[in-house]
């Protein structure tokens, strides 16, 4: 009964990590505001090395339109600037000798459906993930069951895999249908 429990554990930890991971990648898709974690994937060569812009820089928004980037060393600002241009996330930084700004446009309709149809895409990943999870363990569970564990454990630990795996889907369902919310408005 132990190794069921910790079977258990391990189903909802791995799918916990599926829904962290969602957030974080529906983090990176803008939803026309402003957000310094919309830089968090941004590498900047500094010294040679790549580094997190986070890492080079003070990144702020002092309003839902303008990202101001501060870099703790004013060389580094034309390398701030090429990272930011050469991303995939069609931004035009300029710089002021001080500092990198950039304006952030309001999103055209056909813009906002290309970003939910990006969103259901890692929502789907997501979904894919915690089902993988749960697979994962219903074969540990059978493998048990092989071993000597009794029938109706196994059964009762799958039942509650299901009912962990259809919770983190409804969480995963929620998180998409507020993000949608957010990149839909104008």
Known sequence: MEEINMFLDEANEMMDKSLKHLQSELGKIRAGKASPSMLDGIMVEYYGAPTPLNQVSSVTTPDARTIFIKP???????????????????????????????????????????????????????????????????????????????????????????????????????ILTKKEGEIMTV
Do not use: Y
Request: aromatic content about 0%.
């Open 72 to 174: 703790w060393e004013k060389k580094v600002i034309n390398d701030i600037e090429r990272a930011i241009m050469n991303s995939d996330l069609g931004l035009n930084p300029q710089n002021d000798g001080e500092q990198v700004i950039i304006n952030i446009p309001t999103l055209t309709e056909e813009r906002r459906q290309a970003l939910v149809k990006q969103a259901r895409h890692e929502g789907e990943q997501a979904r894919i993930s915690v089902r993988n999870a749960r697979k994962e363990v219903n074969d540990s569970l059978k493998q048990l069951q092989k071993e000597g564990a009794s029938e109706d454990d196994v059964k009762r630990a799958e039942e509650k895999v299901q009912e962990l795996t259809d919770a983190h889907v409804k969480k995963i369902d929620d």
